[in-house]
């Protein structure tokens, strides 16, 4: 395998994919029952943006450094989920003493979790798998393991707490490979864990492939499921990743809405006014 995430650590998808997660994880916090957490396709936990992969891409200076930089000069005018993930991410730089690094999902969620939650974060490359590892410490409540993410989803569900979210973010290195194993995984992750909320994350780069593929998903599922899109480019151009989507099969109460608010503002604030967007589809059942 040669994806390396380091490259794209902080940009415009990861931003609005830790966006999503953090909002799902604390609406499913609004309960004190303690919830599980599952991250199938983890990466190495921490990516410095300020050295190697990530500064010759500069893909985070286009994401999560806006948000920073926004959070700093203008408080009041960010939708309240954008305020949170960016509040979060400076927490854990001044924590971790991590001023130029950016957290990966994992890290984000154990940021989060509470004593009564818990997190299983899965990773396959040894390397990514070592570095995830050691991030998360030994303390944690999220566990690295090292091992492959669509065997371990079908071991760890259902959760003994019987609540809780999956997070599917596959590389998409061998494009059609993922799209198909991820559809299985949706599908097999909500027969095991029905009352879950899931979400897989898929790249946009023709929004005709991709609305197709969400059309066949969504003929195979009977939870109530929504697609969250955004796109810095318009949905058919060339650039490469156009867009960033999230299906998400049980999404909690109102969350297509917040969607509606924020996804837009996240559009806005990355400068994607010409030809960039976002939309909330209705895939499966009342969603809304
Ligand atoms: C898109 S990156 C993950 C980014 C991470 N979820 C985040 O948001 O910070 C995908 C990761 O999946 C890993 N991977 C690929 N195939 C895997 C598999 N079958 N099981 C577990 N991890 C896998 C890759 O090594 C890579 O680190």
Same mark, same amino acid.
């Given at each position: 395998m040669k994806y390396r995430h380091a490259f794209h650590a902080g940009n415009f998808a990861d931003v609005h994919k830790h966006v999503a997660l953090l909002a799902l994880l604390r609406a499913l916090q609004r309960k004190d029952k303690g919830i599980f957490f599952l991250d199938t396709?983890?990466? @190495?936990?921490r990516y410095a943006l300020d050295s190697g992969d990530a500064r010759t891409s500069g893909e985070a200076q286009r994401g999560v450094v806006v948000l920073l930089a926004m959070l700093r000069e203008a408080?009041? %005018?960010?939708a309240p989920e954008l305020h949170d993930y960016a509040t979060v991410i400076e927490a854990w730089r001044r924590r971790a003493d991590a001023r130029h690094d950016y957290p990966g999902s994992a890290v984000i969620a154990a940021e989060v979790l509470r004593p009564q939650d818990r997190g299983v974060a899965v990773e396959i490359q040894p390397g990514e798998f070592e570095a995830l590892r050691k991030t998360l410490g @030994? *303390?944690?409540?999220v566990t690295a393991e090292h091992g492959d993410g669509w065997q371990r989803l079908r071991a760890l569900? =259902?959760?003994? %707490? @019987?609540r809780g979210l999956v997070v599917i973010d596959p590389p998409y290195e061998d494009t059609a490979g993922d799209f198909r194993a991820a559809e299985e995984a949706v599908r097999g992750a909500i027969e095991r864990f029905e009352t879950g909320v899931i979400a897989l994350w898929y790249p946009i780069k023709d929004a005709r492939d991709t609305d197709r593929w969400l059309g066949k998903l969504a003929r195979g599922l009977t939870r109530p499921t929504i697609a969250a899109e955004l796109w810095v480019? =318009? =949905? *058919?151009? @060339?650039?490469?990743?156009n867009g960033s989507g999230l299906v998400i099969?049980?999404? =909690?109460?109102r969350f297509a809405e917040r969607c509606d608010t924020w996804q837009p503002a996240l559009a806005h604030a990355l400068g994607a006014q010409g030809g960039g967007g976002a939309r909330t589809i209705p895939l499966v059942g009342e969603s809304r």
């Open positions: 396709h983890a990466g @190495r936990g408080r009041a %005018e960010l @030994r *303390d944690a409540r569900l =259902p959760p003994a %707490e @019987r480019h =318009p =949905p *058919d151009s @060339r650039a490469g990743l099969v049980n999404p =909690p109460f």
